[in-house]
């Protein structure tokens, strides 16, 4: 694949605390040259690149990074993101209503955020490294069943990021409209290739401009 290939692929991520305007500034200007798929940024600064970068594709994030706020917080969240200008949204599930097995909770959760998106993109996070083989099977059919648009596999902030096998065992589980994100651990040129190759329609990194280009990288 061409560098131009794998970046149309990526989105481009800066999540950490301490992310300044400057930093986010750097990011969106790379994502603008490289043409990455997105930037995928706070939810505070949806608005000032907004304003800033007309047609840029902003993804932010939604109950980030642990996932257990009340739902009625993560609405809310999603409603003035998008209203700020945010195109896709990435949503964590509660961790916690999978292992108190209620999946009926996180069913309507999903659903009230895709609400809250309408046509833009939701994709939900299940955390995999927190999760036995059996609940990820379950969450995959939840995702399909709420009607959200990719599920992916990690935050970057929990124990482990993606690994191709999620990736395979999504494939075999997730409805035919749901698309798979990567995210968290992917490192290396082989690794965004070997996941693009497995299926995966997003990567989110923030070393992949390095990588690929020399640009800078601004992390997680």
Not at 22 to 27: F, G, N, T, V
Not at 164 to 178: M, N, R, S, T
């Amino acid at each position: 694949m061409t560098n131009e290939e794998i970046l149309g692929y990526i989105d481009h991520t800066l999540l950490r605390m301490t992310s300044s305007w400057l930093e986010i500034k750097a990011l969106c200007g790379e994502a603008v040259m490289f043409k990455t798929a997105s930037v995928c940024v706070p939810p505070s600064y949806v608005k000032p690149i907004s304003n800033e970068y007309g047609n840029l594709n902003i993804c932010t994030v939604v109950g980030f990074p642990l996932g257990y706020s009340i739902t009625a917080a993560k609405v809310l969240e999603a409603e003035m993101a998008v209203s700020g200008g945010a195109r896709e949204i990435d949503m964590v599930i509660n961790i916690g209503d999978v292992k108190n097995g209620n999946f009926d909770y996180i069913l309507e959760e999903i659903k009230l955020l895709k609400s809250a998106c309408g046509n833009l993109i939701l994709k939900v996070i299940i955390e995999t490294c927190f999760l036995t083989d059996e609940e990820k099977i379950r969450m995959c059919a939840i995702v399909t069943q709420a009607g959200a648009d990719y599920i992916k596999t990690s935050t970057g902030f929990g124990t482990a990021g993606a690994t191709l096998y999620d990736i395979e065992l999504f494939k075999k589980h997730i409805g035919p409209d749901v698309k798979i994100k990567a995210a968290g651990g992917v490192k290396t040129r082989e690794d965004l290739e070997a996941f693009i190759k497995a299926g995966v329609r997003r990567i989110g990194t923030s070393s992949a401009v390095k990588m690929l280009t020399g640009g800078c990288a601004s992390g997680y």
